[in-house]
């Protein structure tokens, strides 16, 4: 049987300095230790904010993806997770989100809104991304002919479908920046916040409901497609596109890219994919939560692998 994650538990009398307070619901620390800085966020009530972002990180990894390095942690008896500064203390960069990059292109950009802001749409984002100026994130390694910003946002997409990713809005996703040489140094950031994601929402009712597929338009096939990406095909739209959808728009300016990233997909096992899951402590994770984040991972698989037959 697979080792199980480890849960840290936080002492923030004595283990933690504290760097910043955020809301109720985060705060900034450096380990005393190490010296490293991380944010602990606290999960809401009733959800599984904390296992639905440690399983999406660890399939980031599968994948090939930079994303945020995440703990299970519970800070004073109360569950949530660790998230690692991959700014690394700003070393690596000042991360600017996807609404301050959008307002470049345009000044009337709703930077302060965060509902239903149309303007994050498709040809924004293929406006902004393959500019030269936005590269690639240093120290990573990348599957050959992955050359562009765009061709790794586009990976970010695909894990958005597989996952069942809801919150990849302006704010969840940006760019580093940092002087280099007296220029700037501008990168795609890591993906990070994806505690939207595998059904972490759902009551264990509904889990099974859906699972099981017994009443009408409930079954897992319903709930996976509608997904909402949070991007819009065009700037107006009343509906953002779903998370398959915005996939499929995005890749026709990468289609080179869109194979490489489902071979990679099609490359990993379903049992690496079920390990993800199955190595969530029990205390955190239910035997029903375990097998719907699995049905739905498998599901969702198919339909992006059917996109290549």
Not at 156 to 163: A, E, K
Not at 270 to 284: A, F, G, H, W
């Given at each position: 049987m697979c080792q199980s994650y480890p849960v840290y538990n936080l002492n923030v009398n004595e283990k933690l300095q504290i760097e910043q307070m955020g809301?109720?619901?985060?705060?900034?620390?450096?380990?005393?230790?190490?010296?490293?800085?991380?944010?602990?966020?606290?999960?809401?009530?009733?959800?599984?904010?904390?296992?639905?972002?440690?399983?999406?990180?660890?399939?980031?990894e599968l994948i090939g993806l930079p994303h945020a390095i995440v703990e299970l942690a519970k800070c004073e008896d109360q569950r949530g997770v660790l998230s690692k500064d991959f700014t690394e203390r700003k070393t690596k960069g000042n991360l600017v989100h996807g609404n301050e990059l959008l307002r470049v292109i345009d000044s009337d950009y709703p930077m302060k809104q965060f509902w239903k802001v149309s303007q994050h749409s498709v040809n924004n984002i293929i406006d902004v991304l393959p500019r030269d100026f936005v590269r690639l994130p240093y120290g990573y390694s990348f599957p050959s002919n992955i050359d562009t910003a765009l061709?790794?946002?586009?990976?970010?997409?695909?894990?958005?479908?597989?996952?069942?990713?809801?919150?990849r809005h302006h704010e969840n996703?940006?760019?580093?920046?940092?002087?280099?040489?007296?220029?700037?140094?501008?990168?795609?950031?890591?993906?990070?916040?994806?505690?939207?994601?595998?059904?972490?929402?759902l009551e264990e009712t509904k889990r099974e409901s859906l699972l099981v597929?017994?009443?009408?338009?409930?079954?897992?096939?319903?709930?996976?497609?509608?997904?909402?990406?949070?991007i819009y095909l065009n700037t107006g739209d009343s509906k953002p596109?779903?998370?398959?959808?915005?996939?499929?728009?995005?890749?026709?300016?990468a289609p080179h890219a869109r194979d490489i990233w489902l071979d990679k997909l099609r490359d990993i096992a379903?049992?690496?994919?079920?390990?993800?899951?199955?190595?969530?402590?029990?205390?955190?994770l239910s035997d029903m939560s375990e097998e719907f984040a699995f049905q739905l991972l498998l599901f969702n698989r198919n339909r992006l692998l059917n996109l290549i037959g």
């Open positions: 809301t109720k619901t985060k705060f900034w620390f450096v380990n005393i230790k190490d010296n490293i800085r991380w944010l602990f966020k606290y999960n809401r009530q009733n959800t599984g904010e904390d296992w639905s972002e440690k399983i999406a990180s660890e399939i980031a061709d790794l946002f586009l990976g970010y997409l695909m894990f958005d479908v597989l996952i069942g990713n809801t919150d996703w940006g760019v580093l920046v940092r002087k280099e040489d007296s220029e700037l140094h501008v990168e795609l950031s890591p993906t990070f916040d994806h505690a939207s994601s595998l059904g972490r929402e597929g017994n009443s009408y338009k409930a079954d897992m096939s319903t709930y996976a497609q509608r997904a909402s990406s949070a596109l779903s998370t398959l959808d915005a996939f499929v728009e995005i890749s026709n300016y379903e049992d690496s994919l079920k390990e993800c899951i199955s190595r969530v402590p029990r205390s955190i």
